[in-house]
């Protein structure tokens, strides 16, 4: 079992930056793949950035490349979600996911454990 955590959520203006955690605690944190959703008021739930289990392979969604970088330490049992140029199409919940995998998965049906979300604003 694999309880996460998130942290670092809040209000921000366009334009700024904000830098999401992950803190995982339970089963051995490396040898999960590690994943970012969001889900915006009356939308699905999105995949955002997701790493794989040893850190060095890393993939983005579209909307959020060049802006978002992902990142884990294996050493803290945490992930981060580092967040620049924030628009208000980022607003929206942010999800920390794990999968019992090695290679990151792009849905949400390939993470098994999710944390209970933490809340982006971003205000134009």
């Known amino acids: 079992q694999v309880q996460l955590v998130e942290s670092g959520g809040g209000l921000v203006q366009a334009g700024g930056s904000l830098r999401l955690s992950c803190a995982a605690s339970?089963?051995?944190?490396?040898?999960?793949?590690m994943g970012w959703f969001r889900q915006a008021p009356g939308k699905e739930r999105e995949f955002v950035a997701a790493i794989n289990w040893n850190g060095r392979s890393t993939y983005y969604a579209d909307s959020v490349k060049g802006r978002f970088t992902i990142s884990r330490d294996s050493a803290k049992n945490t992930m981060y979600l580092q967040m620049n140029s924030l628009n208000a199409e980022d607003t929206a919940v942010y999800y920390c996911a794990a999968g019992v995998r090695l290679s990151y998965g792009l849905t949400h049906k390939e993470y098994d454990y999710w944390g209970q979300g933490t809340q982006v604003t971003v205000s134009s």
């Open positions: 339970g089963r051995t944190f490396s040898s999960y793949a």
